[in-house]
């Protein structure tokens, strides 16, 4: 629970509360921390009252959609004000870049971060990545008859990308950022997404669409970001998945502060409670790979130093990224 405690002193004597009162004005209410986050609302829960524990019962109140909605509603805030929230929670560095160029964030070069490898830090100190995140193929096991190969190309033969669904960048960052770096890829560019397009691959909205389309049957086989595969498995669906031969685009789900005039003590503290240990800790337990070095990866998935990453400059990623899902949704409608 993410209440808050009142941080008004209490008088024992009325006389001097009477006093106090005619002189000075009465103190208000701790200001809520507000969270824009793509962060599933199943996960939040242990991160914000672990947070709120360790910082004296800091309330944080929470507006959470998709990656690419967020940062629309980010944006227009900043267009027709100030952006109302005050620490940013969300899928992809590229995401970051663009709030970066567009002046939302504040600069904060957090102490724990130097318990971070190099790949979660943001050399400008706008962002940390808080987690890893790798796509795999996930497959239904009672429809496919072997366990598939792990490549990419796969998705582009007929027979198997008319069984298979991905995320629609349009709504999920995490798809945003996979069509950014595969499309300035050697060996996949523009090529790969109509190839895909050819043998059929359906378009979902987020990742969960893929894991409900691939357990539900309609799908043999989806792209979706490793977690949520091995949490479906885990939960009994009919679902294992392969990480991919050729390597994968990674997602690290930075966190941020929001610019704005006020006290930015809290949103720093949300910020140093998610990359400390005590917070990378809770990542683990909830079946992330942690960024923290010395933190465990739970079991059945690879950490950083296991997948081979394919990225690309996530500035150019950000600065080209309206026109990448242009030239994606003509592609596909």
């Not at 930015?264 to 400390?276: C, G």
Request: charged share 25%.
């Amino acid at each position: 629970m993410y209440c808050c405690f009142s941080k008004k002193s209490v008088l024992s004597l009325c006389s001097l509360f009477l006093a106090f009162t005619l002189v000075s004005p009465v103190l208000a209410e701790a200001k809520p921390l507000l969270l824009y986050t793509s962060f599933l609302d199943e996960d939040l829960p242990p991160l914000l009252d672990g947070f709120s524990k360790q910082y004296g019962g800091v309330e944080v109140q929470v507006f959470r959609s998709g990656t690419e909605e967020v940062s629309s509603k980010i944006l227009a805030e900043k267009m027709t004000g100030e952006v109302q929230a005050d620490v940013l929670l969300l899928a992809d560095s590229t995401t970051f870049e663009k709030l970066k160029s567009e002046g939302v964030l504040e600069k904060y070069r957090s102490p724990e971060s130097d318990a971070l490898p190099e790949v979660f830090r943001d050399r400008d100190d706008f962002y940390c990545g808080t987690k890893m995140l790798a796509n795999v193929l996930i497959y239904n096991t009672t429809k496919a008859a072997n366990a598939p190969t792990g490549t990419w190309k796969n998705l582009t033969d007929p027979d198997f990308g008319s069984k298979t669904i991905i995320a629609g960048p349009l709504h999920s960052g995490a798809a945003a950022y996979l069509l950014g770096v595969l499309t300035r890829t050697d060996g996949f560019g523009w090529a790969y997404y109509e190839g895909m397009k050819k043998s059929g691959v359906t378009i979902g909205r987020g990742n969960g669409s893929v894991i409900t389309a691939v357990a539900g049957g309609e799908k043999t086989y989806g792209i979706v970001v490793d977690y949520m595969a091995m949490r479906a498995k885990a939960k009994g669906s009919p679902v294992d998945y392969v990480y991919l031969s050729e390597g994968s685009p990674v997602v690290t789900e930075p966190v941020g502060i929001v610019k704005k005039s006020g006290d930015l003590t809290d949103a720093k503290h949300f910020v140093d409670f998610v990359l400390s240990e005590a917070g990378q800790k809770i990542v683990y337990d909830l079946g992330f790979v942690p960024a923290r070095k010395g933190v465990p990866v739970p079991a059945g998935l690879q950490g950083v130093d296991a997948v081979k990453v394919i990225d690309y400059d996530a500035t150019t990623l950000a600065a080209e990224r309206d026109d990448d899902k242009v030239k994606f949704s003509e592609m596909f409608e």
